[in-house]
Every structure is written in structure tokens, then in C-alpha cells.
């Protein structure tokens, strides 16, 4: 079946350094990938999404990176700092209705903790 | 712009009972989808509103079920509720056509004693 899966449970960096999480997701069909925040007692909070035919999208202070080949995306958060404190959720638009679709497959999760 | 609101925070059940759960999704949004995420775990997909109708479903059994009213907000209905039925229940909104830009509310935490 489907499924998304993170490589780190759980990421320990000091403030200002850069933050990579990455994530492996198993449908070689999806099309649409999305990165989410999810801080304690909140919902998830979108971070930013790529399209399968991108390989990098940057926002602020954010990129992510897709690899089609080996069916992995990573989130790089540059300059960590303790307001990024969270967990981050990878999550795959699911392949049904030709995309007319709300259902995502999220991963387990990484904690991300920042260390002052 | 009042974002995604979901009500109660928190509820407290015991087996066998049923619960109802509220969503008002941010405004100008027409659709409502509903997720389960149990602790230390990502959010699983239950079912997805539009137009009234149920679009689309997860992997979730009939106790299960919700509706859709003309303002776009939603209920889910969770019956003979089983202690694994204990999660953070999240309401998702957007357009249709905004697929994967879920906005989430801060979601209810229901405990099934």
C-alpha cells in the first residue's frame, strides 16, 4: 500500500546552524509532495509543497528537495532557530480522483529540537 | 480572517457512547476533510466533504460518518466509540481545486475511557 516513511525520529540542532529532515515516500506515482509544522496542542501548519516535476523549491528560509529516483524528499530549514522547534510531517497527495483530492499520506514524523 | 475552528478541545467519553465533533472551515473555503491522528503518529485521512456529499473515504469503518451543512461547516460522528478511538481528531479545509494546501484547525483531543 501506501505509505510515507521518515529516516529520524527525532533531530537535535544548536540555533543558527542548518536543518535537514528527510523523508521516504513509496508511491512512484505521486505527483505532489507537501511539508507541515506541527507545533505542541496545533494543527498542522503548511510549510511548503513541490510538484513532481520540480526537483527544488525554495520559500523563506525553507527548501525542499525532491528525488524521483530514489523516491525521497528532504526540508532544509536554514539558520535554526528555536521558534522552529515542532514536528515536521512529509505528507503524499494521494493518487486517487485524478488529483481532485484532499486525502494526504502523512509520515510518522521528525522532532525537531533547537538547541540555544 | 478566522482560520479553521474546531469545537470542543476536548472531550471525554467512555466505551460504547457516541460523540459529535464541529468544524468551521476559514472563509471562502468549500471543502472539509477530517483526519485521525493518534499520539506520536501522522494524521490518517477519514473522509473528505464537498457540496454536502462525502467525496472520498479512508480506511475508517461506519461508526464513522459525518455531514456537511450549507455553510460548509461539518460534523463528524463517531458511534460505539472503542478506547482506540482516542486520537486528535483534525478538520482540514480548502478550496477543491487547492489540493494539498490544507488549512488545519488546532484539532479535538478525545479520550475513550
Known amino acids: 500500500g501506501e505509505s510515507v516513511g521518515l529516516h529520524l525520529p527525532t533531530l537535535s540542532v544548536q540555533e543558527g546552524d542548518n536543518s535537514i529532515i528527510n523523508c521516504a515516500y513509496s508511491n512512484s506515482a505521486s505527483d505532489y509532495f507537501i511539508w507541515y509544522k506541527q507545533e505542541s496542542g496545533k494543527g498542522p501548519q503548511f510549510i511548503i509543497d513541490?510538484?513532481?516535476?520540480?526537483d527544488k523549491r525554495q520559500g523563506q528560509r525553507v527548501t525542499v528537495l525532491l528525488n524521483k529516483t530514489v523516491k525521497h524528499l528532504s526540508l532544509q530549514i536554514a539558520a535554526t532557530q528555536p521558534g522552529d522547534s515542532a514536528v515536521y510531517f512529509c505528507a503524499e497527495k494521494g493518487s486517487e480522483y485524478g488529483g481532485a483530492t484532499n486525502k494526504l499520506i502523512f509520515g510518522t514524523g521528525t522532532l525537531l529540537a533547537v538547541q540555544p | 480572517d478566522a482560520g479553521v475552528t474546531q469545537s470542543p478541545t476536548h472531550l471525554i467519553k467512555t466505551r460504547g457512547q457516541q460523540v459529535t465533533l464541529r468544524c468551521s472551515p476559514k472563509?471562502?473555503?468549500?471543502?472539509v476533510s477530517w483526519y485521525q491522528q493518534a499520539l506520536g503518529q501522522g494524521p490518517q485521512f477519514i473522509f473528505q466533504?464537498?457540496?454536502?456529499?462525502?467525496?472520498q473515504r479512508g480506511n475508517f469503518p461506519d461508526r464513522f460518518s459525518g455531514h456537511q451543512f450549507p455553510n460548509y461547516s461539518s460534523e463528524l460522528n463517531v458511534n460505539a466509540l472503542l478506547l482506540g478511538d482516542s486520537a486528535l481528531y483534525l478538520c482540514a479545509s480548502s478550496f477543491l481545486t487547492g489540493v494539498g494546501k490544507l488549512f488545519f484547525g488546532s484539532g479535538t483531543q478525545l479520550s475513550v475511557l
Open positions: 466533504y464537498y457540496e454536502e456529499e462525502e467525496r
Open positions: 513541490i510538484r513532481s516535476n520540480m
Open positions: 472563509s471562502g473555503h468549500d471543502t
